[in-house]
């Protein structure tokens, strides 16, 4: 019996709450700026804004679950999202036959060998004090052999890279599906935020954000110059679609099928992520996330935890990226910009809310339909008040009105955080958490 009202108060508590009315309110707003959008600027600018939006609530996604489910503030949302870029890039475009028909990968092997034969010698010694060499002695071993492997090691790959860029400018794609590149690089985005979670997460939420941010820079530096691999400022275009692209469809119908797919993708990683918060694994996290002293008291493995749920926002942030480079049909080392890609995501997860998926979702395509037409609005603003002033006061139009106009993006977005953190300042709709009598 007491069982059984125990699950009648649960069950009560799940099914009597309060009427979803913020949600309804916010949705209504999102979906009537949606059409407002298709209304006045077309659907093939309209549908393309929406799939860029969608990619940026997958990213939005992955970041939520580390801030709002575990208190881990990553600034380094651009260097996952280049990765992802950087996988779906060298997965799907097509095999340069140039570089396969060469000596240039047996080359490029061995250096690739030399390099790991130089990390391992390194680390081998790194431990010589397991066999009774003092620790002093074992310190200056390590140096002096990682200085010297160091510079052999790159000086070889050096030389094959300068070959390969010479010769047929980077090494390629592998031309698989699109589905591979896009998995691969959630895989690879979870993979690097597995060894910065290890190195990292020990720090508190400050220099975390620092820390992350220095990391993405160099993984943004490292892909800029790396010409042999990603042709660096040359850019690698097109990237193949998982749909059919706009010359087989046109422009709407092919960018309505890939934001079919990226919806999709959201549902499912919704759902998924709905199930893990009201899991025992998602109560856990947000009982370290309040109060680890107390978790760790309670024999929870706290930094296991933690990285996991880093590594999985990470993977999100890889496939978001992977799939907004996709559609964006180009590898620009240098369009990865932490104002786009990590200050835009985080304003969409305050907006929406930190730890509320459905939050999240709503604020990112919310922000994103603010961040692109605050442009052409301030525009069309703008040429009203010169025209104004020209006609009724004689003033001379201004030359620079699309660069202007370009800037209010950020002038906007700055007044919208400016105002959710004064009067919402855990989002528009707050992460709701259940408690069970």
């Not at 916010?26 to 600018?45: C, D, I, S």
């Not at 220099?207 to 993984?219: F, H, N, V």
């Amino acid at each position: 019996m007491n069982n059984q009202n125990l699950h009648r108060r649960e069950a009560a508590d799940t099914t009597t709450g309060t009427f979803p009315i913020r949600e309804l309110i916010m949705l209504t707003v999102v979906v009537a700026a949606v059409g407002a959008v298709f209304l006045f600027m077309g659907p093939a600018y309209s549908t393309r804004m929406m799939v860029e939006a969608s990619c940026y609530a997958i990213l939005a996604l992955g970041l939520t679950i580390q801030w709002g489910y575990a208190g881990q503030f990553n600034a380094g949302v651009m260097g996952f999202v280049a990765l992802g870029g950087f996988s779906a890039m060298t997965f799907t475009v097509p095999v340069n036959e140039a570089f396969w028909d060469s000596d240039l990968p047996g080359q490029l092997g061995v250096a690739l060998l030399w390099i790991v034969a130089a990390v391992v010698v390194v680390i081998g010694a790194s431990r010589l004090d397991r066999i009774g060499v003092p620790k002093r002695l074992r310190t200056l071993i390590t140096v002096i052999l990682g200085i010297v492997l160091y510079m052999v090691a790159i000086s070889h790959f050096r030389g094959v890279a300068d070959q390969i860029e010479d010769q047929v400018e980077f090494i390629g794609g592998l031309g698989l599906p699109v589905w591979v590149g896009w998995i691969v690089g959630g895989a690879l985005a979870g993979g690097i935020g597995y060894f910065i979670g290890n190195i990292c997460l020990g720090l508190r939420s400050d220099y975390l954000a620092i820390a992350t941010l220095g990391i993405a820079e160099i993984i943004k530096a490292f892909l800029k110059n790396a010409d042999w691999l990603t042709r660096g400022t040359a850019t690698v275009s097109p990237l193949p679609w998982p749909v059919p692209g706009p010359a087989e469809l046109g422009f709407t119908l092919a960018r309505a099928s890939y934001l079919a797919i990226t919806a999709v993708m959201i549902l499912v990683f919704f759902l998924l992520l709905q199930r893990a918060y009201n899991a025992p694994w998602g109560r856990m996290i947000r009982a370290i996330r309040d109060n680890e002293v107390s978790s760790a008291a309670m024999g929870k493995d706290i930094n296991h935890r933690r990285l996991q749920i880093f590594v999985l926002g990470c993977i999100l942030m890889g496939i978001g990226g992977a799939a907004l480079g996709s559609f964006n049909s180009i590898f620009d080392p240098q369009g990865f910009l932490p104002l786009n890609h990590t200050f835009l995501v985080l304003v969409m997860v305050i907006l929406g809310g930190p730890g509320n998926n459905f939050g999240t979702i709503l604020g990112a395509v919310a922000v994103y339909i603010i961040w692109v037409m605050s442009e052409p609005l301030a525009l069309y603003v703008m040429d009203l008040a010169a025209n104004f002033g020209h006609s009724s006061l004689g003033w001379d139009i201004p030359r620079n009105l699309e660069s202007r106009a370009l800037q209010a993006r950020v002038l906007v977005i700055g007044l919208l955080i400016t105002i959710v953190l004064r009067v919402a300042p855990k989002g528009l709709l707050p992460e709701k958490v259940r408690h069970h009598n």
